[in-house]
């Protein structure tokens, strides 16, 4: 057991350890041979079990405690001290105090032997291989000495001493070749075949220990491994052979692998696997009444020279109180991993737990996760158990401590799309009112449920969490449940709650059912922008048209890419939609400009837009009025007016004609000397020039800057003679030297343009000349335009005349005067052109 200390109190808090064996106490017959008489010896084989009594009587059981042999097995008189069974389990070897030594056939009596040695004989051996003919019919008895008793040629008993002991043969197992067998002094190892002893393992000297007072308890783990348990001394011995044997030296050796001690005295001892040993212990301790204390059977893991206590069972035999250590005993098969717990009055079978066992166990010590660690391993075979069954188990054992989380989870490693199993164990969390706790794992793909289920988790979700109702709705299929009866629930629920989350849910409900024009109200009553997602998504656009308004309030930006896009509304109903609000007018037909301003300029919205543009965006208002002509121009300059919105209306007068107002509020409102010079490029007009002159002579500043950018627009004379004699002009010298330099290079460059004109001029008649003096190539498909015979002609050797636009002639069909010749066909048509002019 293990002990964990609680810091905050002095109380031990005891885990209990996983048992390793489990155990079945003996019933049925043996029940009434241990009501008159007591066990002092058991022998264990894998067919049956062999009990000797203290009044001599043998029989034999199966593992359900019956008898299984009615044939009357002859009795000792007193009580039997140890029995033997070959390996096939066909005889029996018995002793006694009686001095008697009987070998008895189970199934025959031939080769049944009888002997009576005089003596007590506290110990017996049958030859494994007693069964078999030959030499085998054999047995050892141990007393004062070890003797052999062979079965001779004519029948007889021969008898023979092995070895002389020291004092008395207390306990002899036989295991192939090799017989171990204890005595006051220590053991000893025989090798039945070399016939001599392996060597002698002394026991320790202890005080206040007689060694004949506790029984040597033996034990042949497999052919080389023998188990020693003695007082409280735990011994392993390896018999192994010789790497070199000198001469007169035994083949085999005997070694200790492990040694070490425990707190008890020891009753028997049984290998398990492994290292790991059985060890039936008796206290050295009493209790308050200086009674014994209960047997324990320990489960050691053997290190060479200390041991690990893997787990202990307290033993509830009969009689413990009264009983001494060697009162009881430990048999154990090995093949079979069972160990036979005996006392005088009582017979427990103990074998190890299988994985069943182990599941129980857990399952009873609310260990669900361990149990479920072995169910779902792969190398262990059950046959009460299975993984659904400890599952559901463990399932009701969370619900029961309200571990509902966990409980969810393992849902979905239990059940995973088993369908059946769902519907069966959902209910227990609709009991606890935890249906949510499943809803991520319950089956939604290839396989569902039947709706009702789906509907019961919704409507736990609405009732005590509305933020999982909408999730929930949004992830789950609507072919899950029936959204008509979700949906009228929800509708009821909303007279108590109406709630965001709600009324999002209801939004989805009503989509799920086609009622979009319902979904589109709980959107917008709920300012979400879910509802951009379902216009699209349905193409819902016609019934969107008295909610247009009502959109741009809530998003304008996707409002506008709705009304953009791919002209799913058409403009007009949108400007009359959005009419009474000019910022969301504004907006629409601003981003409807940028997208396509030949259309704005069809459907007459300019007009609108610059009106909006003064409005909300005046820096968007003059590049409109300078690229669209349709708008008003009146309507556009009172707007401007009445905004003083001046470059505005300069541009607007200069488009009406005005250009002399224009100029005069550049200067008076802008003052800005450089728009006023730009303007007059713009114009190009003379007289708009020397009102710009005269605007500028009472402003030095201004006549600078005319100084210095007129000389390439007007001849500079213009201005130096009406600026008056005493003005006083900052930067003079400056400004005249910049004049009359881009004055000379204004004249230098028409100069060289005039220059350059003449020369391309002259080089392209030239060229004109020299193409129009080619030849033409004539052959015999050219005709005479005038005789329409062909123009290379053997009875005409005369010229032929070609013109440059291509019409061919006999040089005596057409008229020349004087020098000059010119086409007869072109000619005419330029007159008839000009006649019907």
């Avoid at 690229?627 to 003083?644: F, G, P, Q, T, W």
Wanted: net charge negative; aromatic share 8%.
């Amino acid at each position: 057991m293990t002990y964990q200390s609680d810091e905050k109190s002095d109380v031990e808090i005891v885990e209990e350890v996983e048992p390793k064996l489990k155990y079945v106490r003996l019933t049925n017959d043996i029940q009434t041979i241990l009501t008159k008489d007591g066990v002092s010896y058991l022998a264990a084989h894998p067919k049956f079990l062999c009990i000797g009594t203290n009044w001599g009587s043998i029989h034999l059981l199966d593992f359900e405690g019956n008898i299984v042999n009615n044939r009357q097995l002859r009795p000792h008189t007193v009580a039997v001290n140890q029995i033997s069974i070959d390996s096939r389990g066909e005889f029996i070897a018995t002793c006694s105090d009686d001095g008697n030594v009987f070998v008895y056939g189970l199934y025959t009596t031939e080769d049944a032997q009888e002997i009576s040695l005089g003596r007590c004989v506290k110990s017996v051996a049958i030859d494994p291989l007693y069964h078999k003919s030959g030499n085998y019919r054999r047995f050892i008895t141990g007393d004062d000495r070890l003797m052999l008793h062979e079965r001779t040629f004519l029948g007889r008993t021969k008898s023979v001493v092995l070895c002389d002991v020291e004092g008395i043969v207390h306990n002899m197992r036989w295991h192939n070749r090799f017989v171990a067998w204890a005595s006051n002094i220590g053991l000893r190892v025989y090798d039945i075949i070399s016939r001599c002893s392996l060597g002698l393992i002394k026991w320790d000297k202890r005080n206040n220990i007689i060694p004949s007072t506790y029984r040597c308890n033996l034990t042949w783990k497999d052919n080389g491994t023998l188990l020693v348990g003695w007082v409280d001394t735990v011994r392993i011995c390896g018999v192994k052979r010789r790497l070199q044997r000198p001469k007169d030296v035994p083949e085999y050796i005997v070694e200790p692998l492990s040694m070490f001690r425990i707190d008890y005295f020891i009753s028997g001892i049984g290998p398990l696997n492994h290292n790991q040993l059985v060890i039936l212990c008796y206290s050295k301790e009493k209790d308050e009444n200086e009674k014994a204390m209960r047997p324990q059977l320990y489960v050691v893991e053997a290190k060479e020279s200390k041991y690990v206590e893997l787990c202990t069972d307290n033993l509830s035999l009969r009689d413990f109180q009264d009983l001494d250590c060697n009162d009881y005993s430990l048999d154990s098969l090995v093949v079979e991993n069972l160990f036979v717990i005996v006392s005088p009055k009582d017979i427990v079978l103990a074998n190890p737990c299988d994985g069943d066992d182990r599941i129980e166990w857990l399952i009873e010590h609310n260990k669900f996760s361990e149990a479920m660690e072995i169910v779902n391993s792969n190398n262990i075979v059950l046959n009460r158990n299975s993984r659904i069954s400890v599952g559901k188990k463990f399932l009701d054992h969370l619900l029961f401590i309200e571990e509902y989380v966990e409980a969810g989870k393992l849902t979905s490693e239990l059940f995973g799309n088993d369908k059946k199993l769902w519907q069966e164990e959902i209910f227990k969390f609709a009991q606890v009112h935890q249906l949510r706790q499943v809803s991520s794992y319950i089956p939604r793909g290839e396989v569902t449920l039947d709706p009702h289920i789906y509907e019961m988790v919704l409507y736990e979700y609405l009732k005590l969490e509305p933020e999982g109702f909408l999730k929930i709705v949004k992830q789950w299929s609507p072919f899950l449940y029936n959204v008509s009866a979700v949906t009228n629930a929800l509708i009821e629920h909303l007279i108590v709650n109406s709630s965001s989350e709600l009324l999002e849910a209801l939004a989805i409900l009503y989509t799920h059912s086609g009622k979009y024009d319902k979904a589109l109200g709980a959107y917008l009553k709920l300012n979400h922008k879910g509802i951009f997602q379902l216009i699209s998504k349905h193409n819902l656009y016609p019934l969107i048209h008295n909610m247009i308004e009502d959109l741009m309030r809530l998003d304008s930006e996707q409002t506008i890419k709705i009304l953009l896009d791919k002209d799913t509304i058409p403009i007009d109903v949108a400007v009359v939609k959005l009419q009474y609000n000019k910022l969301y007018l504004y907006t629409y037909l601003d981003a409807l400009e940028k997208k396509d301003t030949r259309m704005l300029a069809r459907r007459n919205l300019h007009k609108d837009l610059v009106l909006l543009y003064a409005e909300f965006s005046r820096e968007k208002l003059l590049p409109l009025l300078k690229r669209s002509d349709n708008y008003s121009i009146a309507k556009a300059l009172d707007v401007c007016k009445r905004l003083e919105y001046y470059p505005e209306m300069v541009y607007l007068l200069g488009r009406m004609g005005n250009t002399k107002d224009a100029l005069n509020l550049v200067m008076s409102q802008l003052g800005d000397i450089e728009q006023a010079i730009e303007f007059c490029k713009d114009q190009n007009d003379t007289d708009l020039w020397h009102d710009l002159i005269g605007l500028s002579l009472e402003k030095p500043n201004f006549l600078k800057v005319l100084l210095q950018k007129i000389g390439t627009y007007v001849d500079p004379r213009i201005l130096i003679r009406r600026i008056g004699k005493n003005t006083q002009i900052p930067g003079l010298k400056n400004a005249l030297v910049k004049m009359m330099t881009d004055y000379n290079l204004q004249v230098s460059v028409e100069e060289g343009c005039t220059k350059i004109v003449v020369s391309d001029c002259f080089d392209l008649h030239e060229k004109l000349y020299n193409v129009r003096r080619k030849g033409c190539s004539v052959d015999e498909q050219h005709v005479c335009s005038a005789c329409q015979k062909c123009i290379i002609d053997q009875d005409r050797l005369g010229k032929a005349l070609i013109f440059y636009c291509q019409h061919v002639f006999h040089e005596e069909c057409i008229s020349m005067d004087g020098l000059e010749t010119t086409c007869t066909i072109c000619m005419d048509s330029r007159m008839k052109q000009a006649t019907f002019q």
